[in-house]
């Protein structure tokens, strides 16, 4: 069974940068793509960035420029940098990893919270 740890999330002020990790374990199958998705209170879940296992990056129109998706495809990792953080960007941030035909999968969130 895959499990998806995520670590790094806090309180930061406007301005700021944090710098979230995920760690995927479980079986030997390759994750293809892997990814970072947020909910905010009253709020659908969204796409946030995207890393292919070569190295395409995909992002919300919203974190562009801010935040920076990476991956080390030999320790199965995903890493998500956000920098200049904004009060909006206030949410649970979720990490996704995806395995063909076995499916995706979710880790259980960490909280990211950004004072004005």
């Known amino acids: 069974q895959v499990q998806l740890v995520e670590s790094g999330g806090g309180l930061v002020q406007a301005g700021g940068s944090l710098r979230l990790s995920c760690v995927a374990s479980g079986n030997n199958f390759v994750f293809t793509a892997m990814a970072w998705y947020r909910q905010a209170p009253g709020k659908q879940r969204e796409l946030v960035a995207a890393?292919?296992?070569?190295?395409?990056?995909n992002y919300a129109d919203s974190v562009k420029g801010r935040f920076t998706i990476s991956r080390d495809n030999t320790k199965n990792t995903v890493s998500l940098q956000m920098n200049s953080l904004k009060p909006e960007d206030t949410a649970v941030y979720y990490c996704n990893a995806d395995q063909l035909i076995i499916g995706s999968h979710w880790g259980q969130g960490t909280q990211v919270t950004v004072s004005s």
């Open positions: 890393i292919t296992s070569s190295g395409s990056t």
